[in-house]
């Protein structure tokens, strides 16, 4: 019987963690290794700027009209979007990804707008959402990797990767982390190991 492996992967901002996930998800490939990365940062977006958010809503106006021309080619734009299902659209992520809470779940970027927090606070609302909200992302996770059973996730031999945001906050203020680690381990199975990153200037010393 086959269970899943993975790791977590943590550290301090601009640690290199996207970085070390995208090596990682690279080098088991080439071992021949199946091999997904779980965004689990809702800050690991890009900001829409004002410029691009008129650009988008007149590519919005474009898209509405044409919508009307036949049923056909939205039938055929849904199925191609389902067999790119689980490719990130999120262009700030070097790796691919199965799931992505950006796209899926919540973004920082928009809690701070509706919200009207913080960098900070907002990550904290973010996170405690998603991990409010877990099941579902299990659900999703499940789905794409075409586990619908107990049997199905003892024959998956795939590798993930965790991506998690750094800001000290979500460990010194909250337990979240430890929460949706819990619940991983828990729910599917997974053996886990936790890579912690430091920034190599943390090191040095004069």
């Not at 490939?29 to 988008?56: F, H, I, K, Q």
């Not at 659900?139 to 998690?164: H, M």
Request: aromatic fraction near 4%.
């Amino acid at each position: 019987q086959m269970v899943l492996y993975g790791q977590i992967i943590i550290g301090a901002p601009g640690a290199g963690k996207t970085t070390y996930c995208d090596g990682m998800q690279q080098y088991l490939r080439l071992l021949g290794r199946e091999c997904y990365v779980v965004n689990l940062d809702p800050a690991n977006e890009v900001p829409l700027s004002p410029d691009t958010n008129n650009e988008n809503n007149a590519d919005d106006a474009d898209k509405n009209a044409n919508c009307s021309k036949t049923d056909n080619d939205e039938t055929d734009n849904n199925s191609q979007h389902d067999e790119h299902n689980i490719d990130t659209t999120n262009s700030q992520l070097p790796y691919e990804t199965i799931l992505d809470v950006c796209q899926d779940i919540i973004s920082l970027d928009a809690v701070m707008k509706e919200l009207h927090l913080g960098p900070n606070g907002g990550l904290v609302y973010c996170m405690e959402y998603i991990e409010h909200h877990f099941g579902e992302v299990l659900k999703l996770l499940k789905e794409r990797l075409g586990i619908v059973d107990v049997k199905g996730l003892q024959r998956s031999r795939a590798y993930i990767l965790f991506d998690l945001p750094g800001q000290i906050e979500l460990t010194a203020h909250s337990n979240v982390i430890t929460k949706i680690a819990e619940r991983l381990v828990r729910e599917l199975d997974l053996r886990l190991v936790c890579v912690q990153l430091v920034d190599a200037a943390v090191g040095l010393t004069d």
